[in-house]
């Protein structure tokens, strides 16, 4: 598959992850699974106590990897947990595990062979990764993931701010154009 062909695979849209009719959506947690602000208190209110109920079984998720729940009243049938890493100015391994949050969760959907899984911007709110950055680590590991399997077939990329939503359709267009 060219490169072309693989950001096919790719839709940029912006508003609210819990309200997305996907298969799965990504909830950019904390290592303890036990909900929080951002789009983590989100997807907790739009889910249900029963999610929080589930995360307490879980038992944590160390920043970088990833783990799956059900989805409950939210639109999407799993919840994909990555704790993503906090911004230390880049010296602390942030972008490797930044990117192990794209990879580890997207080898979660393909086993449940997904096929539309939604991704908000791990890491750049509460954070502080920078969101240039963050935007090249999630297009790069989601094609690299892509190229390989078949699942998930599409991947959405979701913008809560104009801000964001710009830096990922510049990137876009830069990879359609490379
Ligand atoms: N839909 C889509 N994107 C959203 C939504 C939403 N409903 N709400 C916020 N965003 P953040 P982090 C965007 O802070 O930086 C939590 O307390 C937001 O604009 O939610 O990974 C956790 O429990 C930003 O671009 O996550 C952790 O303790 C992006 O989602 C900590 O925050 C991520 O912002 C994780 O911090």
Redesign the pocket.
């Known amino acids: 598959m060219s490169n072309l062909d693989l950001i096919e695979r790719i839709e940029l849209i912006y508003g ?3 309200k997305l009719e996907v298969e799965a959506v990504v909830n ?3 290592s303890t699974l036990l ?8 997807i907790h209110r739009a889910a249900g106590p029963e999610l929080l109920k589930e995360c307490r079984t879980v038992g944590g998720c160390p920043t970088g990897e990833a783990r799956l729940t059900k989805g409950y009243n939210l639109p999407a049938k799993y919840v994909i947990h990555t704790a ?1 890493p906090v911004w230390h100015g880049g010296n602390q391994r942030e972008e490797q595990l930044l990117a192990e949050c794209y990879r580890n969760s997207l080898q979660l959907a393909s086993a449940k062979a997904v096929k539309k899984i939604a991704f ?8 502080r ?1 920078p969101l240039e950055r963050a935007v090249k680590i999630a297009f790069s590991e989601t094609l690299g993931f892509l190229k390989n399997n078949r699942y998930p077939e599409v991947v959405i990329f ?1 913008s ?2 104009e801000k ?1 939503y710009r830096y990922y359709q510049e990137e876009m267009q830069r990879l359609r154009l490379r």
């Open positions: 609210d992850i819990t950019a947690a904390n909900g929080g602000g951002g789009v983590d208190g989100a993503g908000p911007a791990i890491s750049c709110g509460v954070y990764f979701v809560f701010g964001s």
